[in-house]
């Protein structure tokens, strides 16, 4: 060796031989002990004994859950069905969204947590089977789609939970309900080839879209309905025009004896281009059978599935550039765009509803053409019998049933349709000269010549009520001149001494001129009552300590506010006017936001409803309007009617 060869070699080749072979043997066992450190080993798995009575899965926290993926496989179709719910960002707000419908917002918050809550621990109470061969005998086959093909069975049902990081929580595969046992499953985790039999509820864990969303699409009360209008229309897709058929408008009060009347009813001629109006014919009636339906319908619409509006419709359904370039969209689903007098709109192929309430919400909703997928409830039977829309003339829609529909929803404030307060007039003043701390409440039947500087000398609670209806409050002014209204008029019956208040006001001034004076004597001791003049008033005696009464009257014969026998009255009226006109502006708060929260929900989707609940709530003329029953009333009449009603007077009594 010479000098460049390394000193660690050349030590070594200085040992004997002895020692080299245990040097090398200690290197060897110090590098296999490293590798059986550091090198990865098989985890010694549990038996099936051992199995039984742990938890399949490990206990998490059901909140942390950020995200659920389940993987169905639809066996008849041949098709593998994802559904996954999220935590995500979405216009600046976190919010749980289903990226499989296109980020839809999920209503059911809770959904998620009871599914993880549903999933997590499990313990094995028995283990089925060891064998993958067993795999499609208990339904647990992974649905993968780069596996699967037609006509496998036993595919199970793979659920995946994952935290905001996406750590796996969770992951297991849902087979089969054990026989006479629905509420013990078969399951396996996902990579382990062992089925195990647990206690399981699938209800939470399901990929059907309906089930994540929020169920009452148009969080509508029946009883609040108060209009609907009928806008019977077709829109010619090719042509993008509209073919003008009739409109029918019903009143409905759920209140009233007769629930449902006929407001009006016109079709349209397109030669005249004029509306003709059809009544109702003696022999006819509104079929309140079917309008009970519809309204119920529109309290149950449900929907099936979503897909986001083209960019370009805004929230009233306007239709801009960009909407007119995505106009094969529309037009495929049954909607066009066209101009009818209030801009371009998008109209539908099959007409449109609006819907008012009493909250003052009035909901647009336009039905477009059928998508081509079935309705899984009216598959279920849910759905119009087969032969039930022939009844009574009926026009059978040409759409097969168990199909499904697109449908545009809207909802716009209409402050018609609250009700306004009935607001009381207030009585007129008595007559005597009004200071002006007064004058504000004794104005209006004073100054009735003068509505408008009334209106601007009222307190605001009087001017508020005057501002929401002018024309009832000069009209209480032109009136209390001459005769006060019918509510004013058991206030004044109810005046003791005043038995003449019935008589026209234009005489109230001489009446009740003298009434200062007039109670002066009253007021004053009687040895003074011969004397009541301006004389007695000097008296300094009379008027020092012992008959402050006097000067009280003759305060009261300037200002009279306590001897007003309708100060109070007035009073009260006010403050109870205000009270109603606050809880009406109240109402027309709340009703602004509900309909900007509902259209903010409906602004950027077209919805998919079953074709049996558009038949029930799309009705045409020849659908509300039914013959009369003409033979069963007279028959009922003539046997029954008068008797029984007599009977049922003297059972009251």
């Not at 976190?94 to 947590?113: C, E, F, G």
């Not at 994952?162 to 087979?175: P, V």
């Not at 979503?306 to 960019?311: D, G, I, S």
């Not at 039914?626 to 007279?634: I, S, V």
Request: hydrophobic share 35%.
């Amino acid at each position: 060796m010479d000098s460049t060869t390394p000193f660690a070699i050349r030590q070594i080749s200085a040992m004997n031989e002895p020692v080299k072979t245990l040097l090398f043997v200690a290197i060897a066992v110090v590098v296999c002990a490293a590798a059986w450190l550091t090198g990865p080993r098989d985890v010694e798995q549990p038996t099936a004994a051992d199995l039984i009575g742990t938890d399949l899965i490990k206990q998490f926290d059901p909140l942390s859950a950020a995200s659920i993926e389940i993987v169905e496989f639809d066996e008849a179709n041949a098709a593998v069905k994802p559904f996954r719910v999220e935590r995500k960002k979405v216009k600046d707000q976190i919010r749980w969204v289903i990226p499989s419908h296109q980020d839809y917002p999920t209503d059911a918050q809770n959904q998620l947590s009871d599914a993880a809550a549903a999933v997590m621990g499990l313990p094995v109470l028995d283990v089925a089977s060891e064998s993958a061969a067993a795999h499609a005998e208990y339904g647990v086959l992974d649905p993968d789609p780069k596996v699967r093909k037609p006509g496998d069975r036993g595919v199970g049902k793979r659920v995946v939970l994952r935290d905001e990081k996406g750590g796996e929580l969770a992951a297991l595969i849902i087979g089969k309900a054990v026989p006479d046992k629905p509420e013990l499953r078969y399951v396996r985790r996902a990579g382990d080839d062992r089925v195990c039999v647990v206690k399981l509820s699938v209800d939470k864990i399901t990929a059907d879209f309906e089930k994540w969303i929020e169920k009452d699409l148009l969080k509508l009360n029946p009883w609040d309905i108060t209009t609907v209008r009928i806008n019977d229309y077709r829109a010619d897709l090719l042509r993008q025009r509209l073919e003008i058929r009739g409109r029918t408008t019903l009143k409905h009060d759920d209140a009233a004896e007769k629930k449902w009347q006929l407001v009006s009813d016109a079709t349209f001629d397109p030669d005249s281009g004029q509306w003709k109006e059809v009544p109702l014919g003696e022999d006819e009636e509104l079929d309140t059978q079917k309008l009970d339906a519809m309204k119920y319908a529109l309290d149950d619409l449900k929907i099936v599935d979503v897909q986001r509006k083209p960019e370009g419709l805004s929230a009233d359904l306007k239709a801009t550039g960009d909407a007119v370039a995505n106009e094969e969209s529309l037009i495929a689903r049954g909607f066009v765009i066209a101009d009818v007098g209030e801009g371009r709109q998008v109209y539908s192929s099959r007409g449109e509803i609006r819907v008012g309430t009493k909250e003052g919400v009035e909901y647009v909703l336009r039905f477009g053409e059928v998508t081509g997928e079935e309705s899984k409830k009216d598959n279920e039977g849910n759905g119009k019998k087969e032969g039930d829309a022939k009844k009574d003339g009926e026009k059978k829609d040409e759409s097969p049933p168990g199909m499904n529909r697109y449908l545009f929803v809207m909802a716009q404030f209409n402050q018609d349709l609250i009700e306004r307060p009935k607001l009381e007039d207030e009585p007129p003043a008595a007559g005597e000269p009004a200071s002006p701390e007064s004058k504000p409440a004794d104005a209006p039947p004073a100054n009735a010549a003068e509505p408008k500087s009334d209106t601007a000398e009222k307190p605001a609670p009087a001017a508020a009520g005057s501002a929401e209806q002018p024309p009832k409050q000069s009209t209480a002014g032109e009136t209390s001149g001459a005769k006060p209204a019918d509510e004013t008029a058991p206030a004044v019956d109810r005046q003791p001494g005043s038995p003449g208040e019935d008589a026209p006001k234009a005489d109230s001034a001489p009446t009740d001129a003298p009434k200062p004076g007039d109670a002066k004597p009253a007021d004053a001791p009687p040895g003074d009552a011969k004397s009541g003049d301006a004389k007695s008033g000097d008296m300094k005696p009379g008027a020092a300590g012992d008959k402050p009464a006097s000067g009280e009257a003759a305060q009261a014969g300037t200002q009279t506010p306590a001897s007003d026998p309708k100060a109070a009255e007035r009073e009260r009226i006010r403050t109870e006017n205000k009270r109603k006109m606050e809880e009406y502006e109240d109402r027309v708060k709340k009703g602004k936001e509900k309909a900007k929260e509902l259209n903010d929900r409906f602004a950027d989707w077209y919805y998919v409803i079953s074709n049996s609940e558009f038949e029930k709530i799309h009705l045409t003329r020849e659908q509300i309007v039914k013959k009369k029953e003409t033979k069963k009333e007279e028959k009922d009449g003539d046997d029954h009617d008068h008797p029984h009603g007599e009977m049922e007077k003297f059972d009251a009594l």
